[in-house]
Nanobody
Framework: QVQLVESGGGLVQPGGSLRLSCAASGSPFSIWTMGWYRQAPGKQREWVARIFSAGTTTYADSVKDRFTISRDNAKKTVYLQMSHLKPEDTAAYYC?????????WGQGTLVTVSS
């Protein structure tokens, strides 16, 4: 059974940086497409970034050039490095795994960008 556990959220000042982690159980992690999504209060969940099994990455326009998604297949972990954070980046961030059996979500980690 696939499980995802996010960590690394917290309070950060505008312009600051934060790195989120998503640790997965189950296998084979290396073939899964992994993604990050976020949901701000009162808004719908939106896609943030995605990394494919070969390492190709894609980003939402709102985070391009500020966020970097990466993966460590040996550790079964995907990361989201966030820089130049803005108040509008405040949201609960969720990790998603696309497995042959379907999509799996983590429980989320909260990021608050505020002075």
């Amino acid at each position: 059974q696939v499980q995802l556990v996010e960590s690394g959220g917290g309070l950060v000042q505008p312009g600051g940086s934060l790195r989120l982690s998503c640790a997965a159980s189950g296998s084979p992690f290396s073939i899964w497409t992994m993604g990050w999504y976020r949901q701000a209060p009162g808004k719908q969940r939106e896609w943030v970034a995605r990394i494919f099994s070969a390492g190709t990455t894609t980003y939402a326009d709102s985070v391009k050039d500020r966020f970097t998604i990466s993966r460590d297949n040996a550790k079964k972990t995907v990361y989201l490095q966030m820089s130049h954070l803005k108040p509008e980046d405040t949201a609960a961030y969720y990790c998603q795994a696309l497995t042959p059996s379907g999509g799996v979500w983590g429980q989320g980690t909260l990021v608050t960008v505020s002075s």
